[in-house]
């Protein structure tokens, strides 16, 4: 029965789950869970759960947790589970790794897991600074290499070499990234709202899967709060992104999204249009998404959008 009126999208999952998007019922989202007999697919005694994992606008997860650390620690949790589980049906992983002061206590949880095999995971950057060196506190390589490849010894890695030949660099990544389907995209949502350095208003339709993409005020202006500039004349204007398209292809994104300086942009990511003038939007169309909030993330979200309030890491 569909009381809403129409299911949103059932998909099979890995794990012989359906998932059901249920809208506008009751003025609330949902999420079903059909937990199949695998032996009997098709069979009348398939048996539906009420997750409490909130569905806010169209296919993504929102999990809202009491505090930062306690998401981080839930948020490295699912990501070490994704990526062991791409490592047991396909002999390894590739990952998409996000950066900056809002991933910081999730990567030091995901480091730190003995859950993953990171000798089988092959990891790719999502964004960099244009003629930033190595050695500068900003360079977003020199951040993955002391918190996420040194820490685990991953073994193949793609960096985006923004102080070399910037052509040369988004053809050579891109040509490694487009040669397998991604398992797990990392990644944030800016202050004003992009994803990777996709500011708006961002290009939905490039196929590329590197950019390179113009940095706006707001961007920069959180780049200097977040301490990695002493002032917005020291922030490049121009980085290498990811391209939104790229981002979706994979198979499943975490998105982490901690403070309440990103409130306002989580907000017109969840509640408002699916628009390049809020890139992160775009990852209502993704059919697997998860989206990690603290309170003060969250606060601007109405109550069916948020969910409940968790207060532990194993929720």
């Not at 059909?34 to 398939?46: E, G, I, K, N, Y």
């Not at 929102?62 to 062991?84: E, G, N, V």
């Not at 050579?172 to 398992?183: E, L």
């Amino acid at each position: 029965m569909d009381p809403g009126g129409h299911f949103a999208r059932c998909q099979r999952q890995p794990d012989q789950t359906l998932r059901f998007s249920l809208r506008r019922f009751a003025g609330l989202s949902f999420t079903f869970v059909a937990q199949l007999v695998v032996s009997r697919p098709r069979s009348a005694c398939a048996r539906y759960i009420l997750t409490s994992t909130s569905r806010g606008s169209d296919d993504v997860r929102i999990k809202t947790y009491i505090d930062r650390l306690t998401m981080s620690r839930r948020a490295a949790r699912h990501a070490a589970q994704a990526l062991a589980d791409a490592i047991w049906a396909r002999g390894e992983a590739r990952l998409i790794a996000a950066t900056g002061a809002s991933q910081l206590d999730f990567l030091e949880a995901l480091s730190s897991t003995p859950a993953v095999d990171w000798s089988r995971v092959e990891m790719f950057h999502l964004d960099e600074y244009v003629g930033l060196p190595f050695d500068h506190p900003a360079s977003f390589r020199k951040y993955l290499v002391e918190r996420l490849i040194n820490k685990t010894a991953i073994s193949r890695y793609h960096l985006l070499d923004g102080d070399a030949d910037v052509a040369a660099v988004v053809e050579r990544v891109g040509r490694a990234i487009a040669a397998r389907p991604v398992d797990l995209a990392l990644v944030g949502i800016g202050e004003n709202g992009h994803l990777a350095f996709n500011d708006p208003p961002a290009d939905f339709g490039t196929d590329a899967p590197y950019i390179v993409v113009t940095l706006d005020d707001a961007c920069r202006r959180q780049q200097v709060g977040e301490g990695w500039f002493a002032s917005m004349t020291e922030v490049p204007p121009q980085a290498i992104s990811m391209s939104v398209r790229q981002i979706l292809k994979s198979r499943e994104i975490i998105c982490v999204v901690p403070d309440a300086r990103k409130a306002v942009a989580v907000k017109a990511c969840c509640d408002g249009d699916v628009s390049p003038l809020a890139p992160a939007s775009i990852l209502r169309t993704h059919a697997n998404t998860t989206l990690y909030l603290d309170r003060d993330s969250a606060g601007l979200l109405d109550a069916a959008s948020r969910g409940r309030l968790l207060e532990d890491d194993l929720s």
